[in-house]
């Protein structure tokens, strides 16, 4: 069993809610646009972070991080990426990935806005965190933390906190 925490489009910038929600899960997943190697590293200290870049990542955190995270955990597989669109509007690229990988757990960000959604379509469940960050149009950062236990994605929790 492993507890995930969830996040996308930081832009730079970390709200203190980051460490206290997180300080239980087991790691942290980051959709893009991190920003800059401080706010990783800040997320490192937190737990072990798996990440990929974002449109406005540097060069830094492109060779730091990769542009998908395609892995298994806990029975289930998983593919991060950071632009793909969501169910029914999928970018060519993101459906390619989809039909290689046949995830379980479709991860995004990119759109700064939160979504959950299951794809009966293609068989997974689809994540977009929304946007954790203060640039943007969204009016409140979001984020997500939920479990994978045994090929299962439960207890799946929507965090909202004031920009």
């Known amino acids: 069993m492993k507890t995930i925490g969830l996040l996308s489009d930081t832009h730079s ?8 929600h997180f300080s239980d899960c087991d790691e942290i997943w980051h959709a893009g646009d991190i920003g800059n190697t401080e706010t990783a590293d800040l997320l490192e200290k937190i737990k072990p972070l798996r990440a990929v870049y974002g449109n406005i990542d540097s060069i830094e955190i492109r060779r730091r991080y990769p542009l998908n995270q395609v892995f298994e955990c806990e029975g289930v597989k998983v593919i991060i990426t950071h632009i793909a669109g969501y169910p029914g509007k999928y970018s060519a690229r993101a459906l390619q990935l989809i039909a290689t990988h046949i995830p379980k757990l479709f991860i995004c960000g990119h ?27 969204h009016k409140i950062c979001t984020f997500v933390k939920f479990i994978i236990d045994d090929h299962h994605i439960r207890d799946l929790r929507i965090i909202e906190q004031n920009r």
């Open 13 to 20: 910038f970390l709200t203190p809610a980051i460490s206290t």
């Open 111 to 137: 759109s700064h806005i939160i979504k959950v959604i299951y794809d009966k379509k293609l068989d997974h469940l689809h994540i977009n965190p929304g946007a954790a960050g203060r640039e943007g149009f």
